[in-house]
């Protein structure tokens, strides 16, 4: 079974800094996709960022990377030049061969200050 | 195009009664997932559909919730003699196939139960 692991219930960071989102994952199948989603308090559910188990580069969208660290079972969200907007509640999440259905860690809920 | 759509957008219930909840998703996709989110909780799975059939139902929490798909598209969760600890968020997405582990899931605005 798939499990993902989220430690940081609450993060705060300034304007225009950058943030880590830690995630750590555990699942037995070789084969895997992590994904990160970003929830604002509107509650609707918006795709951030992917990784596949065999990626060789860690991946980019705009001003998020996620920092794959395969060995450690870790895929940790960073963002750079937060804004505002970033607010929100951020989901970590994985998917295997075992189950097609995604299976979500507890969140963290992001608070950007000016 | 038209994103996935769920109505309600809000239920309020008595205790016993039975809901029915609605997913339309994204036209063309063929997989189709519902989730449950609690008050300030992460998103727990309770079944996908593959087409017309749900090869994964293991989510379902009791034998009060069932859910169906017809034609490949429309979906309705039901929740029968509904209890208190229903109340939640639910949650429903759909992709163009099960089968890529990349395949992003496109999640609806969600159903907020509330069981009085």
């Known amino acids: 079974a798939q499990k993902i692991t989220q430690t940081q219930p609450g993060m705060f960071v300034q304007e225009k800094e950058a943030v880590t989102l830690d995630c750590t994952y555990d699942t037995s199948d070789p084969s895997y996709g992590l994904f990160w989603y970003k929830q604002p308090s509107s509650g609707e559910m918006i795709f951030l960022i992917y990784q596949g188990s065999y990626d060789q580069q860690n991946a980019t969208e705009g001003r998020y990377s996620l920092n794959f660290q395969k060995a450690r079972k870790s895929a940790n969200l960073v963002i750079s030049a937060s804004q505002l907007g970033d607010s929100a509640m951020y989901f970590c999440?994985?998917?295997?061969?075992?189950?097609?259905?995604?299976?979500f860690g507890s969140g963290t809920r992001l608070q950007v200050q000016p | 195009g038209a994103g996935v759509s769920q109505s309600p957008s809000n239920k309020v219930t008595e205790k016993g009664k039975d809901v029915e909840l609605r997913c339309d998703p994204i036209s063309g996709h063929t997989a189709l997932y519902w989730y449950r989110q609690s008050l300030g909780q992460g998103l727990e799975f309770l079944i996908y559909?593959?087409?017309?059939?749900?090869?994964?139902k293991s989510g379902l929490p009791s034998d009060r919730f069932s859910a169906e798909r017809t034609g490949g598209s429309v979906s309705t969760l039901t929740i029968q003699r509904t209890q208190q600890e229903d109340s939640a968020v639910y949650l429903c997405a759909s992709s163009l196939a099960a089968g890529g582990l990349n395949n992003e899931q496109f999640f609806g605005p969600g159903t907020r139960l509330t069981v009085l």
């Open positions: 999440a994985i998917r295997d061969t075992g189950r097609r259905a995604l299976t």
């Open positions: 559909f593959q087409g017309n059939s749900a090869p994964d």
